[in-house]
């Protein structure tokens, strides 16, 4: 695919054979990045969890932050994980311990994100003419005017990730991108499909490092400044209602891709590094339910809109090279595996998040995203080293967590945590719901991606379109 030559890449072919350029960094200092050597980047999603990561790229000096999209204007009604987090966080930004005092709600949206931007800027980096933040409710109409724009981050919910991505790179955008990647397996292939054919440099932010249990009646009125339509993007329409949106979307079938696309995905990521684990064959799931007592009856509840309150998933993956066989577990909502002998005769308690591998001789466990493992076996405890070929980013890294996707925008190498790696757990995310959402086992025919036992579990691996937003 070809693209317009921008004014970065006019720069850096015309002075080949011509004449000797020095950096303007060297002449600014350490640590100092020409306007026009930065990379410009418009910010997708302005939540909790947009302005919880926001820091990291205000303080980047390759980075300028050029727009900011989301369909929310400003409001106060988002949900955070402490009292008052995002607002002190927000404050730390701008450098004012007063800003919104005596509002008690927990703010977002795309103008509260330009008064971050446009206020951290103009104190950091006030004599480098910074010109100004742009703002746009719809994501299209970001990419049709942004000419100028390097780089998106995708911060919005998951039934949003892959169209935004797809759209971005078609636009010769390269993307960073919270996970997953997609809550449908079919969007997820195309997301990967559209990254091989555009070879923009992407990466998924999980590299390093509430459900609802029926249909919503209630139809409260769309708050001021929000674009319910845009939010919804390709899902189907429905009324609105906040139990939909901010940090709840994840749990419902339409929106997120439950609690393994979160979490999971860290976790995971190394286990399929470190094993090499393709796309697993089959996936079989249990979940819990719920009852509802009608004419004095009690019957389980039919859902086929939400997540469960609590699952626990069997992948299969058949035997590779020297690998045998193995089966991956997940479990979650407050389900832990039973434990091996081994580990059962040390009193041992795994922690709230954490990941198990059982052997033939003994087991080894791990903490979150696979830290601390120790070797359990013949009764001893063993320490071991990290997981050397885990997809993580050390914190105290003087580059940044950012460094690998930043060269690759540069025309480096491809990060570790770009897309294409991302493929095969992303596939399994995907499968795991279709296994939940199937009510029974599942095999799976990579080549033709297509459910070969249960041909109506087919209709779980894409989404039903709203007119003008297909892929």
């Not at 994980?81 to 795309?110: A, F, Q, T, V």
Request: proline share 7%; aromatic share 10%.
């Amino acid at each position: 695919m070809q693209f317009p030559l921008d004014r970065r890449t006019f720069l850096g072919s015309t002075v080949v054979g011509v004449f000797s350029v020095v950096p303007r960094h060297v002449l600014g200092g350490p640590g100092y990045v020409a306007p026009s050597e930065k990379i410009t980047l418009a910010h997708i999603g302005m939540g909790t969890q947009g302005f919880a990561e926001l820091g990291d790229l205000l303080e980047n000096p390759a980075v300028q932050i050029v727009a900011m999209c989301d369909p929310n204007r400003d409001s106060q009604d988002y949900v955070e994980w402490g009292k008052h987090s995002i607002r002190d966080r927000i404050r730390s930004y701008l450098g004012n311990p007063s800003w919104r005092e005596g509002i008690e709600g927990c703010p977002g949206g795309r103008e509260v994100g330009r008064e971050v931007v446009d206020t951290y800027y103009a104190q950091q980096r006030g004599d480098q003419q910074y010109r100004g933040c742009a703002t746009y409710a719809d994501f299209r109409q970001l990419l049709d005017e942004a000419a100028d724009v390097d780089t998106v981050k995708i911060m919005t919910p998951d039934h949003l990730h892959a169209t935004i991505a797809i759209a971005a790179m078609k636009h010769g955008k390269h993307v960073l991108m919270h996970k997953p990647i997609a809550n449908r397996l079919w969007e997820g292939r195309l997301v990967l499909e559209t990254t091989r054919q555009t070879e923009c440099a992407t990466h998924l932010l999980a590299y390093g490092a509430g459900t609802g249990n029926a249909l919503i009646a209630h139809r409260p009125p769309v708050p001021p400044g929000f674009d319910w339509d845009l939010w919804l993007g390709p899902a189907v329409d429905r009324p609105y209602h906040p139990h939909y949106t901010h940090t709840v979307f994840r749990g419902w079938y339409d929106f997120g891709g439950g609690s393994m696309a979160d979490m999971g995905i860290y976790s995971l990521w190394p286990v399929f590094t470190v094993l090499e684990l393709e796309i697993p064959v089959t996936a079989d799931a249990w979940a819990t339910h719920t009852c509802a007592i009608v004419d004095q009856v009690s019957r389980p509840t039919v859902n086929d809109f939400a997540y469960p309150t609590a699952c626990t998933l069997r992948f299969h993956f058949d035997a590779r090279g020297d690998r045998a066989p193995l089966d991956l577990f997940w479990y979650d909502g407050g389900m832990k595996p039973r434990l091996p002998a081994a580990l059962e005769a040390l009193d041992y308690r795994m922690e709230a998040e954490g990941i198990l591998f059982v052997g033939d001789e003994g087991a080894v466990v791990a903490g979150f995203a696979g830290q601390h493992p120790e070797l359990i076996a013949r009764g001893k405890r063993e320490p071991l080293p990290e997981l050397p070929a885990a997809p993580r980013i050390a914190r105290n890294d003087p580059r940044g967590r950012l460094h690998a996707w930043l060269d690759a925008v540069r025309g480096g190498e491809p990060s570790p945590g770009n897309f294409l790696n991302a493929g095969a757990i992303t596939d399994a995310v995907n499968l795991g719901t279709v296994a939940l959402r199937a009510g029974t086992k599942i095999a799976f025919d990579t080549e033709r991606m297509e459910v070969t036992n249960v041909a109506a579990a087919n209709e779980y691996l894409r989404r039903e379109y709203r007119p003008g937003w297909e892929l």
